[in-house]
């Protein structure tokens, strides 16, 4: 068994940096949703308290790198997005990662979503903290909503949102409000034997084509996690076997669309 801080609340997280405030490395953190994770292999938490004290310069050596799906979701993201600068576009569970803020430097006009604190400012980003499935955002107002590992999370109440128990469904009808004719949805989920755990839903191919009704897709692609290190496009049949109850194994990145004759 391996141990991170994700495998904590992100409320202890913060607790805990405040309590150990020397264990922050001598280099720069990176954010909970960086593509490469740092992660102390070790059981015992006297061993694991001890590598965290030590400098970055002598705890490295200790540390085990593990690249998350976020490798293969935020390169989807910036393939498929194909919008020109000035769109506007919706960043649905912003904090932790730097997919907003890139976005915004980028050019487009950013709102970012989430109901924790959003860490970064930039002239194109609007951060707008709160529950999604309450906001007041005008209808057909958007080119674009990005969700990067968010929806599953949707009405669960692991990261402090509300307990829904449709959320992830709630949240679509949501964004497809929001979204303009022919306005764009960036979706990645954990995918494989649909479950739903403490944290996250995981879906399967009956799940997500009801989830993403009455969007249209138009690209539909699955990767699978290889090793630590490595993550693989998989087809459909291959994904049936995999299992994302322990921690995401499988993605789905969707790109879908409005259609611009809805009425």
């Known amino acids: 068994m391996e ?7 992100p409320h202890a997280v913060r607790l805990s940096k405040k309590v150990f405030f020397f264990y922050k490395s001598s280099h720069a953190v990176s954010l909970p949703s960086d593509p490469i994770r740092e992660v102390i292999p070790y059981r015992h ?38 919008l020109p600068s000035g769109a506007s576009v919706l960043d649905l569970g912003a904090t ?6 890139e976005l915004a430097v980028a050019g487009y006009q950013v709102i970012a979503v989430d109901v924790l604190a959003y860490p970064f400012s930039h002239p194109n980003l609007r951060f707008w903290q709160g529950d999604f ?3 007041s955002f005008p209808a057909d ?3 674009a909503v990005v969700a990067v590992s968010t929806i599953e999370h949707m ?14 469904r709630r949240a679509l009808r949501e964004i497809w409000r929001l979204l303009k004719p022919g306005g764009r949805l960036l979706l990645t989920v954990p995918y494989g034997q649909a479950a739903q755990t403490a944290h996250q839903r995981v879906y399967d191919e009956s799940s997500l084509r009801a989830l993403l009704e009455p969007f249209e ?9 290889q090793d630590a290190q490595q993550w ?7 994904m049936r076997s995999v299992s994302s109850t322990q921690q995401t194994e499988g993605v789905a990145l969707v790109r879908a669309h409005k259609p611009a004759n809805v009425g």
């Open 141 to 143: 107002s958007l080119d």
């Open 3 to 9: 141990w991170s801080l994700k495998n904590l609340s």
């Open 45 to 82: 938490p006297l061993a694991r308290v001890a590598v965290g004290c030590l400098p970055y310069a002598l705890k490295h050596r200790f540390l085990r790198f593990v690249v998350t799906e976020r490798i293969v979701e935020y390169p989807f993201v910036w393939r498929y997005l194909d």
């Open 217 to 225: 897709i138009d690209v539909l692609c699955f990767y699978r996690r």
């Open 96 to 101: 932790g990662s730097k997919l907003a803020l």
């Open 232 to 238: 693989a496009p998989a087809d459909a049949a291959a």
């Open 155 to 168: 009405g669960i109440p692991y990261y402090g949102g509300p307990s829904v128990p449709d959320g992830d």
């Open 133 to 135: 499935l309450a906001n």
